[in-house]
C-alpha cells in the first residue's frame, strides 16, 4: 500500500482490520468482486488478495485521482497496479455508476461491496440511486458502516464528531471530508427493500485500535476552526454547532480515541 511509507504501523492496523471482515465474507477463490467507493484501496488490495489469481476486483470510486491524504488516490492505484495482486485489480477513477455511460452485464459480478464509503455519499438519495443501478450486476451485496449507536463512553468523541460534520453538511456548507450524509444501520436497513435488495445477514465487526476516532476528530475541530464553512450556515444551525464543539474538545482525550463499532450487512435482490 502507497500509504505504508508515510506510516507503516497505521496501514497495519487498518489492513488486518479488513482483513478480518473478509474473512468471515465467505469470498470463494476465483470470484468477481465490484466494489464501489474504493478510495486508497484499502479493501481493494484484501479482496484481491482472497479472490486469488483467477479471481477480479473491479474497484471503483467517483472521486478524482488528485483527491485523498496522505497519498492521493491516483498514487495509491498506481502502487497496487504494480504490485503482486495488480493483475487481479481493474481499478477505476472518477468513476460515478450513476453515469448512463457507465455500465455492466447483469449477474457480472458475484458481489457488490460498499465498505466504510456510505457517508461520502452527497445525499441518501444518491445512495438509493446508486443501490438500484447496481442490483441487476451482482448476485450479493456486502455492506459495512461505521455503527451510530455507540457501545462505550469512550467512543461518545468519534460520535460527535461524525454528527456535528453531518449538520453541517445538511446545513449547506459542503466539503470534501469523509463524513458527508451519516445515517444509521436502520435507516440503511430500510432503504435497502425500497432499492431492490433483500437484507439475508448481517453483524458486528470489532474495531478496536482503528486511529479512524482521532481522524474523524481531528476533521472536525479543523472544521470547526473554518470561518468561511461555518459562515453560510443559518445563525441558530452555526450557534448549535459552535456548542457542540465546545462538548467535543471536552470530551476528546488527546490521542487514542476508540473508534465506533462497524457493523455489516448482506443482501441478495429481490425477485
Avoid at 511509507?5 to 465474507?25: E, F, I, M, N
Avoid at 484501496?41 to 470510486?61: K, S, W
Avoid at 457488490?112 to 441518501?124: E, I, P, T
Wanted: aromatic letters at 6%; hydrophobic letters at 45%.
Amino acid at each position: 500500500m502507497a500509504a505504508a511509507g508515510c506510516g507503516p504501523d497505521v496501514q497495519r492496523v487498518q489492513t488486518r482490520y479488513r482483513a478480518s471482515l473478509v474473512a468471515g465474507a465467505g469470498i470463494e477463490p476465483g470470484a468477481r468482486i465490484l466494489e464501489l467507493g474504493c478510495g486508497q484501496g484499502d479493501m481493494t488490495a484484501v479482496l484481491a488478495e482472497a479472490v486469488g489469481p483467477r479471481g477480479r476486483v473491479t474497484a471503483v470510486d467517483a472521486a478524482e485521482p488528485g483527491y485523498g491524504a496522505p497519498v492521493t488516490l491516483g498514487e495509491s492505484a498506481e502502487r497496487l497496479a504494480a504490485g503482486p495482486l495488480g493483475p487481479r485489480i481493474d481499478l477505476r477513477l472518477g468513476t460515478d455508476v450513476l453515469d448512463p455511460q457507465v455500465g455492466f452485464c447483469d449477474g457480472e459480478f458475484d458481489l457488490v461491496v460498499l465498505a466504510h464509503c456510505g457517508w461520502y455519499f452527497d445525499s441518501l438519495g444518491k445512495l438509493a440511486e446508486t443501490l438500484a443501478r447496481v442490483r441487476p450486476w451482482a448476485r450479493r451485496l456486502w455492506w459495512t458502516e461505521w455503527h451510530l449507536t455507540p457501545t462505550s463512553g469512550g467512543q461518545l468523541a468519534h460520535l460527535m464528531a461524525v454528527l456535528i460534520q453531518g449538520q453541517i453538511e445538511a446545513a449547506g456548507s459542503h466539503g470534501s471530508g469523509n463524513v458527508r450524509t451519516p445515517f444509521s444501520r436502520e435507516e440503511l436497513l430500510r432503504l435497502l427493500p425500497e432499492t431492490g435488495w433483500t437484507v439475508d445477514g448481517g453483524g458486528l465487526a470489532d474495531t478496536a485500535g482503528l486511529q479512524d476516532g482521532d481522524w474523524e476528530i481531528a476533521a472536525c475541530l479543523e472544521m470547526g476552526a473554518s470561518a468561511e464553512r461555518l459562515a453560510v450556515l443559518p445563525e441558530p444551525v452555526r450557534r448549535l454547532v459552535l456548542s457542540q464543539l465546545d462538548v467535543l474538545r471536552a470530551v476528546a482525550a488527546p490521542a487514542d480515541n476508540r473508534a465506533l463499532a462497524a457493523y455489516s450487512v448482506t443482501a441478495h435482490p429481490s425477485r
